[in-house]
Structures are given as C-alpha cells and as structure tokens.
C-alpha cells in the first residue's frame, strides 16, 4: 500500500493509564512505529480518532500539548461503546490512532493577550492541551486564567497537575455545581462563578468548552462581561464517524466538524446555520 | 432448510439449549451426578426462566447454523416464578408451527418440560432430540445467493 | 373505496370546531398517489380526498407523530380518517394504550379496495403520464396521454384488498357511506398464505430467500406499521443488545424480517401498509399473515376487533393444553 | 474510425456476452416480475437488460456498494507471552474493471456529487477512487421520462452524457453506441462495426432531439439561500414533513446520497471494519454517545436532507447542486413527498402561503 489510505489506523499502545475519576480515564499511548512517532506533528486542539478493533472508532481530542513529546494523551469518558471498551484496556493493549484530524486554537493570533479558559468536566480536556501549550511558551501570553467547574469535587480531571499549573503562572478558580463537605473553593454552575469574576475582556481572549448547556450560558455571560465574539473560542462537538470530511453526519449547514472544526470562534458560530 | 446428503455428518452436530436455571438445568445435573449417558452434541445456555425466552434467540441459532436447538424448563404450574413458563408456551408454540412456513424444518427445535429430579427423563428427551438431529444431519443455513425460485401467484 | 371525498368534507367541516386536527388524505405528487395530510385549520378542508387512492393507514401517525393518549386541555379530539383494515389497528393501539379511544373521533370509511400503484403500471400500455385515475363501479378508469384504459377493479387493487374480511370499520364515531359486504368470510383460510404453503420446504425457503435478498434495510416497513412502536429504540440499530450485523447478507435480511414478524405476532392486524411501501416489493405482509392464521386457529384470537381483549402472547391460560 | 458503433437489437447479448469477458458488466434487470422491480444487476449470459423502463434502486452501490470492507484485522498473539498481542491489518480492495452499461444520464451524473465529495476534499477516499478508475459508463440517452422525473430542473437533460464514455443511443432497428471518452472510444472501436451513414443520422437527431426536451418545469438551481431564510421557520417544516415516515426509503434510493458508517464486525479474533449505507432520515444518524441530537425530530432531519443537496452542496462546491433530477425519491416515497414542490415552497414567503 503506497498510497496513503485515510481510513487505516496507526497501531499504537497504551503505555500508562491514569483513572481520573469514576467515569473517566487518561490513556497515553505511543504509536508502535518509532519513526512514525518522532515525526508525528500537531498542534493543539487537533483530535484523533482512537480504534478498538472489534467495537470501532470514536474521536478524542489530543490533549497533551506538542509541546510534550512523550506520548499522545487521550482522556476518555464512559459513554457509548468504543469508549466503554476504551476503559477496559489495560496496559501494553493494543489501539488504532488516526490522527491529526481536524483544525485547532488560532494560538498565533492570541499571542501578547490575555487568556481565559472557561471549562466544566471532561471537557477540560481540549483546553488542557492549549493551557499546556501556553505554559510553555509562558512568555508568549499575558494573564492566564481558569475557571474550571465539576459537578462534584470528585468529577475533576487533572487534579494531580493543578500545583503545576500554578506554578507555571496560571490562576485557577474551581467550582463544583453544589455545596460539598471540605469543599474550599467556590460553588455554583460555571456560568455564574464567570459572571461573578468577571474579567476584564480587554485584550483578552476566552476559550471555553463543557457540556452543551455550559458552552450556552457561558457564551451568555461572556457576552455580557463585554467580550466581542472574535474574542471567543470554543469547540464543538458531533458525532463523527469517517473524521475526515466524507461520510456526512457531522455538518452544521456546509461546515463539517471534524474538518472545518471543532474549533470555533464564536463569530464563526454565529455565521452558522443554528443546528447544534 | 434442505438437508443435502453429501453434507452430512461431515461436521460435529451441535445443538443449542436453552434450559431454566430451576428445572431443566437441574434436571440435566441430576442426570449427570447419576451418571446417565447423553450425547455430547449440546451446548447448553443457562437461563433464568423460559419466560425469558426470546423467539428470536431460536430463530438467530437457526440462521446462524446451529443444527438444533432444545428449550427445557420446568413443567407448567411449576415455574419458579408461577408463570413465566406458560408465557413462554405459547410463544414457543406459535414459532414451532411458523418456522416451516419460512422454510425451515420446524424439527429442528422442540421445547420440552423437565424439573429438576427427573434426571431420567431429561436423558430420554437429550438423547431422542439428538437422534432427531443427527437423522436431519447438519444445518446447512441459508443460501446465500439464490439462482432461480418459484414463483407463487395468489391471484 | 368509492370516492367519499364531497361527504367527507362536508362532515368535517360540520364538526371541526370540536377537533384539534383531522388525519386524512390529500391528493399525491400525480394521480396514482396519496398523501396523509393533516387538517390543521378550516381551509384546509378542501384539499382532503378519500377514495380508492386513499391507501396509507394514518394511525400509525397517533402512536408514533403525536400524543394520542392525554385529553387536550380544551377536550377537543384528535380527528382520523380510518378505512377498515386502519380500524383495526386503532383498537390494536387502544388495546395497548398507545391511543385512548376518549381522544380520537373515528370516521370511519367503508372500503372495497385501495389500489396498488404498481399493478396498475403494469395494466396500462404507458404508464409514464397518467392523468387520472378513478373507480366507475367495478371498473377502473384509467387516463393517459395515450388515451383511456379500462379495466376491471379486482386487477388492480392490493392483494390485502382482495383477501378483505372486514372492509367496514369495527369501531367509528360516524360511518361515511353505506357498509359493504366483506369477499372473505371472518374464517375463510388466507388464500395467499395457502400460495405459499403450497411449495415444498425447500421451494418456501427458496421462495423466501429469492424474495427477502432484495431488502435494502430501508425500514419503510418497520417504519408504516403502526404497531412497530419501538421507534428509536428498534433492535435492529442498536448495538447493544447487537441482534443485527451492518452485513448486507442474507442471514442478516432474513433475521430483519423474522425480527419484524415475531414483535408483531399476536398484534399485527394485516393492514398491508409493510407490504405496500417496500420500494423492492417484497410481500412483507405475507410473513405476518402466516402468524395470525398460526394465533386464529390455536388461540382463537384476532387482532384488532375487541378493544378490551389482551393480545394473546401478552397474556396466558394456565388451563391451556395441546401445546 | 468514427468512434461509434451499430448494434441490433438481436446483437446486444452478443455485445454484452463480450463485454463481460474484458469486464464486469451491470445492467439494468427485471428482478422480480411480480412486482415489476427492475435494479442493477451483474450481467451473465442469458440475463435481459431492461432499457425501456427505468430501474427503481440507482447504480450507485456499483461505486459504493451497500456494505464495503474498509480492512480485515487480527488479532495475533503472542506465542511467548499470551497476554500480549499484535494486531494484523489488511486492507481489502475489490475494484476489477467495471462498465456500467444502460445507465441513464441522471444515473451516471449522480456520480459527480461522490466525486466531489470523495476525490476532491481534503482527504482522498481511496476505495471509491479505485473502483471509480477501473469503471466506465455507456449510458443511454432517455427517452422515456414519467411524471417525477425533473432532470433539467437541476442542470441537467435526458441526453446529458456528463460523465459517460459512452452514448447509447436507441434508433430504428437498435443502438448507435459512441465512445465519448478516449477509453470509450477504444472500447467501442474493438467492439463492433461502424453504423452505416443513415442510422449515424438518426443517431444525431435522436440526440439532438432529445437534448432539447425539458424534463421538469421549474429550474431548482439557486436556492441556497432561500434554504437559510427557511432553516428556523418550523412551522414550514412541520407542513412539509409532516406525513413523513422517517424510512430511509429516499435516501437508499438516490444516486447522490452517499453518507454511510463505519462499524466494526468482529467475531473471535478477527473481524472487518467497514462502511455501510446510513441515512440522515434516522434518528441514530446524529444521535451523540452522550445522548444528545442535534436532529431530534424529522423536521431537523428532513430539513438537512434539503438542505444539503439545495443549499450546503451548492454551497460548498460552487453552484452545484447534489440532486440529479431522477425523481427516485418521489416515486417510492410511502407517503408522496415531493422534493420539487418543498424546494420551490422555499422561495415563498409566508404571505403567499396563506
């Protein structure tokens, strides 16, 4: 096979698993050719579609940063069945990677503002790979903010790596929807805590991503704090099945998710056919 | 489904059965512990009652090439859980009597009544469904293209 | 069906008031077809039709496009136009709570046959361009741009149709048109179904097969029935429970069809509408008609007439033997 | 040579009989007489194409069958430690050399949507791409259009030979076959014997008369826009689909649908992956891992099925509409939607409604 076949995975293996909370785990995986690794690029907020051979293929968003060379990170929560069988691999199993697909965060153009991540669950996940991304390139970016809501402290993602973040000069609220015993930080849906910190929106640029209902409100309060929609980013999410343009189901009008997105700026959004 | 006579017995004969955790799969342990003979051909499935039979898990055996297929529960009026056997009755009744409609011979599954110490009994109906089985020789599915076919005019 | 559409529309614009909408039928895309319509508001009145195009059965619209079972806040009905084979799955849906018979008004359509589109192409020398099509007593007139066939009415109605034991509606709120006598008696054996018996096991399976391969899972069938009401939830897309591999082969065509058959055994009430929409014309209905000759001599029972009955896999006789 | 060629009506199987031994040839077939079902079948010596009246499934599984296998895979294990395993992949093509002969203009032009949507994107779909270079096309030029036809209100005409190699063209007696492309011409050239100048005469006027019928009444092109005006009027939705079935029926049948889904089939160790037929009318279509849908009812599905033919294809690929005029969908739709009329009803404003 010479020609390049769109639909064939790359072999790969699970080299380490993290469980981040009850419903969702972190597999980092390296692909089984060396060479195919070392050139392996991409940029951040690209996804991959993962394979288990025998259940099929679902998309996942790369979330480490290309930055970090070690592995590709995927986290993965409970819901359907490639991502059911997903969570049972162990160690040293074998999956299918078919990536770099997709389009990811203009970080070009956000270079010299200031950031805000707005982000609730798993869906910390596409933000993750361009915070980290930022972080190192620190100097690149003014202020960089997080508010990262759960539905309870034990639905946090990344917990291990918050001290990290700090450090590497990012503030971060967290929120959980309801009141918790030894909760120390904020409670409220994310919408509000955004409203209630309301940052600045000058020179800066938001990025959020959470749950369609999440992403609706947040939008809201964003526009509201006085950010422009080419101030706002988010990422979209379908059900995708071929990942690369062809097979149809993703479209939003003419746009296609999975090759036009699932980047977005929010005046791209509101060019949109309304059909999320 | 036609038999064809050159295909028979080229391959082990398997049959399928799906017996009530409370009777039949008793009945089929008390025929072990007592060391009565039984053919080797079935492939048994546990299940909790034959109310929880499905049609269409005898139909899909069928389709798949299963040669035979054997429902075993306990004896009506016995149900474990009073009356899921008498459900089971007459669905199992309706698909016996449909399956040769569609072609398939309907010999190939039987539904039967054993409890849990007729031991004896459930070596007769294991043995005697296997010797039906092995005459009707292995299933040979379904065609997968058909060349010509007749043609049926109602009216 | 006679044309009933003046008396049809006369009636209901007596009573719309009281009616929240009314299922009927409109004129197709040409003359050979139908469309359900739904009467929504006083002018649409006019454009309903009811006769011998009027094929499609519009409870499958009560249970699967609408709330058909809590009152209306203002007590006004859901309005359906019923044939009377569609009679009959109204009770099967009433049966099953799918419907409650205090929501709908039944207007009911004596019916001596709906036509199949398909018969007639293959009646008339050009089937291309028909202009018009309309029953004159036991004739069927058909014009083209060719010039005008006539024929006789029994060549070119639906095999259901030909078979019909109960044409007059078994439950209605009012009756359009005189009753009409039934060509089968209630116990006159299904003369389709004794086609079929009629081939050796080996031809039924060839005859199955031959029919069955040409399914392109398009679910029309699954979809027109009114008493498939799984709807999103069908088996057949699913993967879990998985009854159904993506393969297009034969296993996989029969297991639909035997799927589609056995959920409707005891319920189906041989409308016909599975047979009529399969765009490669296999006789889908043929399968069911089998299940229910199968239910009518063991158990008795037919689906569709008595509104308080259980359907009979539903239910059970411990005192039952000879099964 | 001229590039064309005479064959008689008693001569075709012969033709044909030929032709099947360079190819695998498909033809339009009676598949069942009782219903008068007529598709596209593999010819074999014997088999009658049925040219005179038209099939009701379009060509388009002989490019994208119903079922295709994407690859095969294994799993291998590891002789020395059998937890560890490695996985086999094996990609399968099938794409001998295909001519599709007795398709019509609309059949054959259906084509041109996948070609647009599989070669020329992003990414290259490479099983498409290869059964695609191994096919040709001898499509004839249609005389007999019905009552839902509406080719030329796309673009298109009975005599359009857009992507055919070759002309079938009915006269007196039989066929004037042409090569169109240098592949069909080569074909035709080693196939048969010149026509003589009286039937090359009638050949050209029976193109030229049929090319200038209009089949359709109302142009469809252009209304990409009325389409986005439309999208949140629901109330014209509900109009339109409320007899609807949510079949896939229309979409099965269309030569331009061409979405499908990728599963998996696995049994023991091994398995396939492929891709099968999907239909944007099911609720399953879009329906997401975490249980929402973007297209909850069939006024959304619908809605997208008009509008990517009408409105996002055009869209995206300068004019083009994905729709070939056949009328497969209004002929076998159960409930008699009419495309053409919810295309038109577009551009009407709710004032001219009531």
């Known amino acids: 096979m010479t020609e390049l076949n769109p639909y064939r995975p790359e072999m790969a293996t699970v080299i380490e698993i993290v469980e981040e909370t009850h419903n969702i785990r972190t597999l980092r995986v390296l692909l089984n050719d060396p060479e195919k690794m070392k050139a392996f690029s991409f940029q951040p907020g690209q996804v991959g579609q993962l394979s288990v051979f025998g259940y099929g293929e679902s998309t996942f968003v790369i979330n480490s940063p290309p930055t970090r060379r070690d592995y590709l990170q995927f986290s993965i929560m409970q819901a359907g069945e490639v991502a059911g069988r997903l969570h049972q691999l162990n160690v040293g199993d074998q999956i299918g990677v078919r990536a770099p697909l997709g389009n990811y965060f203009p970080y070009e153009n956000m270079k010299g503002r200031d950031i805000l991540f707005v982000g609730g669950g798993i869906a910390m996940a596409p933000l993750r790979t361009l915070l980290l991304f930022m972080l190192d390139n620190r100097k690149d970016y003014g202020d960089i903010t997080l508010i990262y809501g759960a539905r309870t402290p034990n639905d946090f993602c990344y917990t291990y790596e918050f001290d990290d973040w700090k450090k590497a000069g990012a503030s971060l609220i967290l929120t959980v929807d309801n009141e918790a015993p030894d909760w120390p930080h904020r409670v409220g849906v994310v919408p509000k805590v955004l409203a209630e910190e309301a940052p600045n929106p000058k020179n800066r640029i938001a990025v959020t991503c959470g749950p369609p209902i999440m992403i609706k409100f947040a939008l809201a309060a964003l526009k509201q704090l006085g950010y422009a929609d080419e101030q706002i980013y988010t990422t979209l999410e379908k059900r995708m099945k071929c990942g690369i343009g062809i097979c149809g189901r993703c479209n939003i009008g003419e746009k296609y998710v999975c090759i036009d997105g699932p980047v977005f700026s929010c005046a791209q959004l509101s060019a949109m056919l309304p059909e999320l | 489904m036609s038999s064809k006579s050159d295909a028979k017995q080229e391959r082990e004969i398997k049959i399928v059965g799906f017996l009530c955790n409370w009777c039949s799969y008793g009945g089929a342990d008390t025929a072990g512990v007592c060391r009565f003979r039984q053919p080797t051909d079935l492939r048994i499935i546990r299940i909790p009652c034959t109310g929880r039979i499905d049609p269409l898990m005898i139909v899909k055996s069928l389709i798949q090439g299963a040669d035979g297929v054997l429902v075993s529960g306990c004896h009506p009026n016995d149900c474990h859980y009073a009356v899921g056997n008498f459900y089971a009755r007459r669905r199992m009744e309706v698909l016996k009597r449909f399956l040769p409609y569609m072609g398939f011979q309907s010999d190939r599954f039987r539904y039967t009544w054993v409890s849990a110490s007729e031991g004896q009994i459930w070596q007769q109906v294991v043995t005697d469904f296997s010797e039906t089985i092995h005459r009707l020789g292995p299933n040979p599915g379904l065609h997968q293209t058909v060349d010509s076919a007749p043609a049926v005019s109602w009216f | 069906m006679d044309d009933k559409t003046n008396a049809l529309r006369e009636h209901v614009k007596g009573i719309f008031s009281n009616l929240e909408l009314v299922l009927g039928w409109e004129p197709g895309y040409d003359p050979l077809h139908t469309r359900p319509f739904y009467v929504r508001t006083e002018s649409d009145i006019d454009r309903l039709t009811a006769n011998c195009l009027s094929f499609q059965n519009l409870t499958r619209y009560l249970a699967k496009s609408m709330n058909a079972v809590d009152p209306a806040a203002d007590g006004r009905k859901i309005g359906v136009c019923v044939k009377g084979c569609d009679s009959r799955s109204l009770v099967a849906l009433i049966q099953e709570k799918f419907v409650s018979r205090d929501r709908v008004y039944v207007i009911g359509l004596p019916c001596r046959g709906t036509l199949d589109a398909r018969r007639i192409r293959a009646l008339v020398p050009d089937p291309a361009r028909i202009r018009s099509v309309n029953a004159e007593g036991d004739e069927l007139v058909v014009e083209t741009d060719r010039g005008i066939s006539r024929f006789a009415l029994d060549r070119a109605i639906a095999r259901k149709c030909l078979q019909c034991r109960y044409p007059n509606p078994v439950i209605h709120d009012v009756l359009i048109g005189d009753p009409v006598t039934p060509r089968l008696k209630i116990d006159a054996e299904n003369p389709s179904v004794a086609a079929v018996e009629a081939l050796s096991l080996e031809d039924r399976l060839l005859f199955w097969e031959n029919q069955l391969d040409r399914c392109i899972r398009c679910f029309a069938c699954r979809n027109a029935c009114p008493l498939c009401v799984c709807q999103n939830h069908c088996i057949m897309e699913t993967r879990m429970p998985k009854w159904i591999t993506q393969y297009r082969n034969m296993n996989e065509k029969f297991m639909f069809h035997m799927i589609h058959a056995l959920h409707l055994a005891g319920r189906c009430t041989e409308c016909g509408e599975c047979e009529r929409v399969c765009p490669v014309g296999i006789p889908v209905a043929l399968i069911k008609e089998k299940i229910n000759a199968i239910i009518y001599e063991m158990l008795d029972y037919e689906s569709g007439i008595d509104p308080e009955a259980v359907p009979p896999l539903l239910t059970f006789s411990p005192k039952e033997t000879g099964i | 040579m001229s590039g064309k060629i005479f064959v008689a009506h008693d001569a075709l199987s012969g033709l044909l009989d030929d032709l099947s031994k360079k190819f695998k040839v498909w033809i339009p077939q009676m598949m069942d007489q009782a219903s008068g079902h007529i598709a596209f079948g593999v010819y074999a010596p014997g088999k009658k194409p049925e040219l005179t009246r ?130 069909g011409r080569k074909l035709v050239e080693t196939s048969g014997s010149a026509p003589s100048p009286e039937q090359a005469a009638a050949a050209e006027q029976m193109k030229r008369n049929t090319a200038a019928l209009k089949i359709g009444e109302d142009d469809l092109t252009g209304y990409a826009d009325d389409l986005t005006r439309r999208f949140t009027d629901m109330d014209f939705w509900r109009e339109q689909v409320s007899p609807c079935i949510t079949c896939g029926v229309c979409t099965w049948v269309c030569p331009t649908c061409y979405c499908f889904s990728i599963t998996d089939e696995a049994s023991g160790m091994s398995g396939e992956r492929m891709r099968s037929w999907d239909s944007c009318m099911f609720y399953l279509y879009t329906l997401e891992a975490r249980g929402h849908n973007p297209r909850p009812t069939k006024m959304e599905r619908y809605r997208n099925r008009v509008g990517h033919k009408f409105s996002y294809f055009p869209k995206k690929y300068d004019g083009m509409v994905s729709c070939c005029g056949c009328g497969r969908c209004i002929r076998t739709c159960p409930v008699s939607i009419d495309i053409r009329k919810v295309v038109k009803e577009l551009k009407e404003t709710a004032d001219d409604r009531a």
Request: hydrophobic share 30%; net charge neutral.
């Open chain 4, 54 to 183: 038209r099939s009701r499934l379009s060509p388009k599984k002989i490019l994208f069958p119903s079922m295709d296998t994407l690859f095969k895979f294994t799993y291998v294990k590891d002789p020395k430690d059998p937890v560890r395993y490695t996985i086999d992949l094996k990609e399968s093509f099938d794409n001998g050399p295909t001519l599709v002969f007795g398709a019509r203009p609309c059949d054959t032009r259906g084509f041109q949507t996948f070609d647009q949507v599989f070669l020329k994107g992003q990414y290259k779909d490479v099983y498409y791409e290869r059964r695609r270079q191994n096919t040709l096309f001898a499509t004839l030029v249609c005389q007999d259009s019905d009552t839902a036809c509406f080719c030329s209100s796309v673009g298109s005409g009975p005599a359009d030979m857009t992507g055919s190699d070759m002309a079938v063209i009915p006269i007196e007696g039989g066929y004037v076959i042409e090569g169109l492309t240098d592949a």
